[in-house]
């Protein structure tokens, strides 16, 4: 997995010691309707589109080119669909990073799925009420979010 170089410097002082880092999701819809996934390489389940942010960069942008970089596919974005804060993830380094996380909805304009980088081994479009057993528990939350007919974003209230 490409560690961003800010992160690896970070890693330098703290080592494997926690990290709050922020984070996108994106949900990417085609125009019939399925949504774009990927399949880890790091633990080989399916996934919506996910990233680290660049310090300064807006999350938006962010969304949109995560989904360019990991799977060649261009999208606008739709909406902002919900922030939440993940669980402490630990990496197969021994990295701990927990994420403050910024989903979108995204809606494929372009390009061709497929595998982009080397963070994924697949990448593959599915239909709504067909998605895969091995689906994240958090990429299934973020797509159940994405997909409610509602104006405003998910975020866990006081």
Known sequence: MPIPEF???????VGTAPLWLSGVSAV????????????????????V????????????????????EETGVVADVVRLTSVDVTAPITYPNGDVAQYLDV??????????????DDENVEV??????????ELTD?????????LRDVPEAWFRRP
């Open 7 to 13: 992160v690896a410097a970070l890693r330098t002082h």
């Open 49 to 68: 589109v996910s990233g680290i942010l660049e310090p300064g960069e807006e999350p938006a942008v962010a969304a949109v080119r995560e989904v360019a």
């Open 138 to 146: 958090t990429s299934a939350l973020r797509v159940d979010k994405a």
């Open 124 to 133: 593959a479009w599915f239909e709504p009420d067909a998605l895969p057993a």
């Open 28 to 47: 990417v819809r085609g125009d019939d309707g399925r949504i774009l996934l990927t399949r880890r390489a790091d633990n080989g389940r399916w996934a």
């Open 103 to 116: 989903c979108f909805l995204l809606r494929a304009t372009g390009g061709s799925a497929r595998v982009a």
